[in-house]
DNA sequence: GTCTATATCTAGATTTGTTCTAATCCTCGA
DNA sequence: TCGAGGATTAGAACAAATCTAGATATAGAC
């Protein structure tokens, strides 16, 4: 098991203010691509007086940081998902708007002749359907 | 070459009033890939009075209608794709947020077990990096 | 040509998601 | 203990998009 985000935090000497702590927290687990609102809402059950904008500052911060990626693949609000270490992709839910990752199958290349001149750094795939139980209602 | 933008409106005998006519002129051509701001203005080149609420108006017709594609590669405001023809995926500079289209070079897969139930019904990939002119700015 | 039903358009208000601001609060080293 | 600087806060401000209600245009029937 790779090490997780509280324990990379302590690790970069990051002052983890119990606001900090509270709204890391929220995002230990597995396929969590919450929104900044719900993040707020769950870090503010822990500790009650968290502020909206501390929890814009942090998730930025955590992103400026490589600890977060931000993930803006429905409408709506930015996603944020706390999985940096696992090169992934996204499987979105065109009903529900649920995410989840799927390991990266291979590293899909563009040829370089159609680049013009464009230096690729990166690559994101989305793939889009419906969840199971979206599906199950949808077809019933 | 394919029918273009306006020949399939005109096809599909959609109404074409003087504005959506104004919006629709101002989507053809080549790596067209503008905000709803952007075609606004443009629009009123045209015909000056048309409002916002009427480019948001059209521009959501046309992509419920399937003749447009809604862009969100980037922060900020949404960009319209009128190349609805040929499958291609999107190449987006992260010093300038030009988007260019690549055509796609091969279908990306996903294993059908790591679905897990899930129904995929299209893929989307981004390709990022910078444009030739912001990496000559970049690395001089 | 006129009338009527329907679709379209408009300005402006509203909603949503995010960032900014200015004041206050901690924390830690001197 | 004090002071400096970062962190936090509530609320204002901002940006993008949508909604609303009334005005306007249009096509087809007469």
């Given at each position: 098991?790779?090490?997780?985000?509280?324990?990379?935090?302590?690790?970069?000497?990051?002052?983890?203010?119990?606001?900090?702590?509270?709204?890391?927290?929220?995002?230990?687990?597995?396929?969590?691509?919450?929104?900044?609102?719900?993040?707020?809402?769950?870090?503010?059950?822990?500790?009650?007086?968290?502020?909206?904008?501390?929890?814009?500052?942090?998730?930025?911060?955590?992103?400026?940081?490589?600890?977060?990626?931000?993930v803006?693949v429905t409408?709506?609000?930015?996603?944020?998902?706390?999985?940096?270490?696992?090169?992934?992709?996204h499987l979105v839910c065109d009903?529900?708007q649920a995410i989840r990752?799927?390991?990266?199958?291979?590293?899909?290349?563009?040829?370089?002749?159609?680049?013009?001149?464009?230096?690729?750094?990166?690559?994101?795939?989305t793939y889009r359907g419906?969840c199971?139980?979206?599906?199950?209602?949808?077809?019933?």
């Amino acid at each position: 098991m790779t090490t997780d985000l509280l324990t990379r935090l302590r690790d970069r000497e990051w002052r983890l203010s119990a606001q900090r702590r509270a709204v890391a927290e929220v995002l230990v687990g597995e396929h969590v691509h919450l929104t900044a609102e719900q993040v707020h809402d769950l870090a503010r059950e822990r500790l009650p007086e968290v502020s909206r904008a501390t929890v814009y500052n942090t998730l930025n911060e955590l992103v400026a940081m490589g600890e977060l990626f931000e993930v803006d693949v429905t409408d709506g609000p930015k996603r944020y998902d706390p999985n940096v270490t696992e090169r992934h992709d996204h499987l979105v839910c065109d009903g529900c708007q649920a995410i989840r990752d799927v390991p990266r199958s291979s590293s899909p290349d563009v040829p370089p002749d159609v680049l013009g001149g464009f230096l690729v750094t990166g690559v994101e795939v989305t793939y889009r359907g419906l969840c199971p139980s979206c599906a199950r209602r949808h077809r019933p």
